[in-house]
């Protein structure tokens, strides 16, 4: 079966990182993988094994959705808009899929409406069946129109949508109206996330305090708290994990306290984490499910600016687990931030979530049901 996945990641890499580990188990499952990123490159992803498409690309303008530039920060005009669409009709005529899998659309990149209606469009008249593949907590409708018009284009070009999350956790109706109608297409397929990390065979972690805020600049008052904490905390070690261009490691790095090490992001860092005293990051998806998987002591800084919700509800979902702290960003001080350190360090033992984590798996298996039902009527 050939599968192709199409994904923009606008700010972060997280929708992107999520995309690719679909795209590996359906590799794995022998399928061929075409994955189309609309989004900003991102050098240190690993496509081994996947056909990557890659897109005029795009970012947003900090919090700020309402708009989107070019990679060179210049905003993206009709053009080349009317470019990236063609590029994206171009790459499904060229790779004629069994199926097509649209990451976040239509409950979010509403922004980017014409581009992917034009290829739900293109699948409908090709006969290919769509699916959506949604986080576990999405950014709420800001208005029942936004709602009504995904509920619309679900029922008329989905075949259905799988939603990355256990529902008793944390169910889509956190975040989403879930009407009767929509309930009906909804599968929930389990967290997505790689196999559990093993400790580091190095013994990196350990004993350290870990520090991410993914790849884009929203981290930076993260790292900026972190320096400052590390200051007051000169008995323990710390550790930020930058990502994005190299410079912006290296002005944090000029700053560091010498019980800290600035590193730039690293593949083995979920190893690290399961040796870990702490991690304290943001609480993306991703994120939050290396520190599930883990069961590494956690302190989530959810982000919030703009009209940001959905980190803080994922927050609020996971803190009822022990071991876990939530520090809004308005609270964060060094204080704040070490004093949450040490309640965490008091609470029980947290065990490594093992169970729905298997969401790629079951992504993939639900898919293949979903083609060879359509193909068999």
Same mark, same amino acid.
């Given at each position: 079966?050939?599968?192709?996945?199409?994904?923009?990641?606008?700010? @972060?890499?997280?929708? =992107?990182?999520?995309?690719? *580990?679909?795209?590996?188990?359906? #590799?794995? $499952?022998? +399928?061929?993988? /075409? %994955?189309?990123?609309?989004?900003?490159?991102?050098?240190?992803?690993?496509?081994?094994?996947?056909?990557?498409?890659?897109?005029?690309?795009?970012?947003?303008?900090?919090?700020?959705?309402?708009?989107?530039?070019?990679?060179?920060?210049?905003?993206?005009?009709?053009?080349?808009?009317?470019?990236?669409?063609?590029?994206?009709?171009?790459?499904?005529?060229?790779?004629?899929?069994?199926?097509?899998?649209?990451?976040?659309?239509?409950? @979010?990149?509403?922004? =980017?409406?014409?581009?992917? *209606?034009?290829?739900?469009?293109? #699948?409908? $008249?090709? +006969?290919?069946? /769509? %699916?959506?593949?949604?986080?576990?907590?999405?950014?709420?409708?800001?208005?029942?129109?936004?709602?009504?018009?995904?509920?619309?284009?679900?029922?008329?070009?989905?075949?259905?949508?799988?939603?990355?999350?256990?529902?008793?956790?944390?169910?889509?109706?956190?975040?989403?109206?879930?009407?009767?109608?929509?309930?009906?297409?909804?599968?929930?397929?389990?967290?997505?996330?790689?196999?559990?990390?093993?400790?580091?065979?190095?013994?990196?972690?350990?004993?350290?305090?870990?520090?991410?805020?993914?790849?884009?600049?929203?981290?930076?008052?993260?790292?900026?708290?972190? %320096?400052?904490?590390?200051?007051?905390?000169?008995?323990?070690?710390?550790?930020?994990?930058?990502?994005?261009?190299?410079?912006?490691?290296?002005?944090?790095?000029?700053?560091?306290?010498?019980?800290?090490?600035?590193?730039?992001?690293?593949?083995?860092?979920?190893?690290?984490?399961?040796?870990?005293?702490?991690?304290?990051?943001?609480?993306?998806?991703?994120?939050?499910?290396?520190?599930?998987?883990?069961?590494?002591?956690?302190?989530?800084?959810?982000?919030?600016?703009?009209?940001?919700?959905?980190?803080?509800?994922?927050?609020?979902?996971?803190?009822?687990?022990?071991?876990?702290?939530?520090?809004?960003?308005?609270?964060?001080?060094?204080?704040?931030?070490?004093?949450?350190?040490?309640?965490?360090?008091?609470?029980?033992?947290?065990?490594?979530?093992?169970?729905?984590?298997?969401?790629?798996?079951?992504?993939?298996?639900?898919?293949?049901?979903?083609?060879?039902?359509?193909?068999?009527?």
């Amino acid at each position: 079966m050939k599968v192709m996945i199409v994904v923009t990641h606008l700010l @972060g890499t997280g929708h =992107l990182t999520r995309a690719l *580990t679909l795209g590996r188990a359906f #590799a794995a $499952a022998g +399928d061929h993988v /075409v %994955l189309v990123s609309g989004g900003v490159p991102v050098g240190h992803l690993d496509f081994d094994g996947i056909e990557l498409v890659q897109l005029p690309p795009l970012r947003s303008d900090g919090v700020d959705f309402g708009r989107v530039l070019q990679a060179n920060g210049v905003e993206a005009g009709v053009v080349y808009l009317e470019t990236r669409k063609q590029a994206l009709l171009n790459a499904f005529a060229d790779a004629r899929p069994d199926l097509l899998i649209t990451e976040l659309f239509p409950f @979010g990149r509403r922004i =980017l409406r014409a581009e992917f *209606t034009a290829l739900l469009q293109a #699948a409908q $008249a090709a +006969d290919v069946p /769509v %699916l959506s593949s949604i986080r576990d907590i999405l950014a709420p409708p800001s208005k029942p129109s936004k709602a009504a018009l995904a509920e619309e284009l679900v029922a008329t070009y989905y075949s259905g949508i799988l939603v990355h999350s256990v529902e008793e956790i944390t169910p889509l109706e956190l975040s989403w109206p879930v009407s009767d109608s929509l309930r009906k297409r909804l599968f929930y397929t389990g967290f997505v996330a790689p196999a559990a990390p093993q400790p580091h065979p190095g013994g990196l972690g350990s004993g350290e305090v870990l520090v991410s805020a993914g790849g884009g600049s929203v981290g930076d008052g993260l790292f900026e708290t972190a %320096l400052a904490a590390a200051a007051l905390d000169a008995g323990r070690k710390w550790r930020l994990l930058v990502g994005g261009s190299a410079s912006r490691a290296a002005v944090l790095r000029a700053k560091a306290p010498p019980n800290c090490t600035v590193d730039a992001a690293r593949p083995d860092f979920r190893q690290m984490l399961r040796r870990a005293t702490a991690s304290v990051s943001m609480c993306g998806y991703n994120t939050a499910l290396d520190a599930l998987q883990t069961g590494v002591r956690a302190v989530f800084v959810p982000f919030d600016a703009g009209d940001e919700v959905e980190q803080g509800l994922r927050a609020d979902a996971l803190a009822v687990q022990p071991g876990i702290a939530v520090l809004r960003a308005a609270e964060l001080s060094p204080q704040t931030l070490l004093h949450a350190l040490q309640d965490i360090q008091a609470a029980a033992p947290r065990a490594p979530l093992r169970e729905g984590v298997a969401g790629a798996a079951e992504t993939v298996r639900i898919a293949h049901q979903i083609v060879e039902t359509r193909h068999a009527g």
